[in-house]
């Protein structure tokens, strides 16, 4: 066991990246540069004017204290503005399901991790990642960079989902840090009942707390059920059915949407 961590997954290839991995990783990072300046700090401010959302009890006051003669000066109004931070840190966590079900899909999975931690490397993001099936191992930790694809054998039985997502909330503080934060999970979401509800706490988690969360689902790997979780915790991206030839173009697309939502939480 090359890994220590209960898995028995191994490494069956390294290699350096290809030009077409390389061109893919400058374009996601492209994408992730534009897309983490959505970021705004949220602000609240009160007004006696008529702007953004009435304050009905203190209006209701307001009047109240006007029949009695006097002046109600409690703001009626509640606007949110926001604000670009000048230079946000963008944190991407990344977690690559290795259990059997994802065997097919190996090297698709070996050229997304790849991609995504060279383009986080290239913007200057604080990246991490982790691997999960009946153990949890990092493969990449944050200041680590990562110069070749690495292809991972995925002969686990089960997958440990949740040890996976707090190794990973841990190293980088996603639900309890702050600035832009992007979980990216590789898996077809063939998991345990007890597993599956994990995964929908841990989107839910992500939700409340605005992490952006991309899913993806390689090509020829069953999605549905990473799909379902989705729409159970009302969060996450799904791109399902990647060819890696539609990394550069689609991945970067997709994890700008799933920042995107991020924005639309406030």
Known sequence: NETGSGSNSRVSERRTPTGAERASAVSIAKA????????????????HAPVGKLVVRNAVANKAMESMGLRGE????KAKTRKHTDDPTLK???????????????????????????AGRRIQAKTAMVYFGSGVFPTLRVGQRMDEVVIYTAPDG???????????????????????????????????PVQQERTV?????????????????????????????????????HLDGL????????????????????????
Request: charged fraction near 20%.
């Open 158 to 192: 089960t997958e440990k989902f949740g040890e996976a997502f707090d190794a990973i909330d841990g190293e980088l503080g996603l639900t309890f840090g702050d600035g832009v934060r992007l979980l990216v999970i590789v898996s077809d979401g063939q998991f345990t």
């Open 243 to 266: 060819d890696t030839d539609q990394i550069a173009t689609m991945v970067g697309k997709t994890a700008s949407e799933a920042l995107g939502k991020v924005g639309s939480l406030t």
């Open 32 to 47: 992730l540069e534009k897309a983490k300046y959505r970021e705004r700090s949220v602000h609240v401010r009160k007004s």
């Open 74 to 77: 409690l703001p009626e109004w």
């Open 201 to 237: 706490r841990a989107l839910t988690e992500c939700k409340r707390n605005g992490v952006a969360v991309l899913w993806i689902t390689p090509k020829a790997c069953y999605g549905s059920t990473a799909s379902h979780m989705i729409r159970q915790a009302g969060w996450g991206v």
């Open 92 to 118: 991407i966590g990344v977690m690559v399901d290795i259990s059997g079900s994802m065997s097919s899909a190996m090297s698709a999975m070996g050229t997304t991790a790849w991609v995504m931690s060279e």
